[in-house]
């Protein structure tokens, strides 16, 4: 395709989990999927009309999928940095170039389309697409029981600057021996890189863990 003497390349997204158009256009005509699992339903057709598939066939240069993890990052990020909310299938065009930037010469227009979501998926999808960025951890850390043992560890995520939203003192399991104790943490941190700080400091202060 072509706009004012300048060549524009289509390229469509779908889930990894509902994905019918590769196979399809692998094979040069409509596929049926198997099975479908994704957050995005706006997006799941387990089988492309003819039409449209016609349509993609003469128009879309490419087509990505992208995993659920990708458009819970995606929708966080156009939620924060753009104040839109969408549903999780208008943010997978999103969750694309997020996923290769640099498969995508600029100047690139990314459509965003369809903000039905309900509430509740929307503060779940939330809570994953923070989880995904490394900006929300749930771990479970094992540490001896004897007085001041929590404190301890509290005041170790302290000294690694984490912010503690929830804290739940386990005592009583058959995986757990007489002398320990098992502590689950829900904590808020600024990203990847804090994240692996955080475990590796917990490592290095001669503590065990188990992520959620």
Known sequence: MQRDGLPIEVVGVQAAGAAAYPASLTAGEPVQLERMRTMADGIAVGLPGKVPFETVQRY?????????????????????????V??????AAVAAVLDEPKRFEPPVVVVLSGGNID???????????????GRYLSVRV???DTPGGLAMLLARVAELDAN?????????????????????LQLELRGE????????????????????
């Open 164 to 184: 503690l939203i929830e804290v739940l003192h386990e005592r009583i399991s058959e995986t757990l021996s007489l002398e320990e104790v098992e502590v689950a």
């Open 60 to 84: 879309v240069g490419d087509v990505r999928t992208v995993g659920e993890d990708s458009l819970s990052k995606a929708l966080l990020l156009v939620l924060e940095r753009a104040k839109l």
């Open 193 to 212: 890189d804090h994240r692996e700080r955080l475990l590796a400091g917990l490592v290095a202060n001669g503590y065990s863990y188990t992520l959620n």
């Open 142 to 144: 094992r540490i001896p």
């Open 86 to 91: 969408v549903e999780p299938a208008g943010a």
């Open 119 to 133: 509430p509740l998926l929307l503060m779940r999808v939330i809570r994953h697409g923070m989880a995904a960025a």
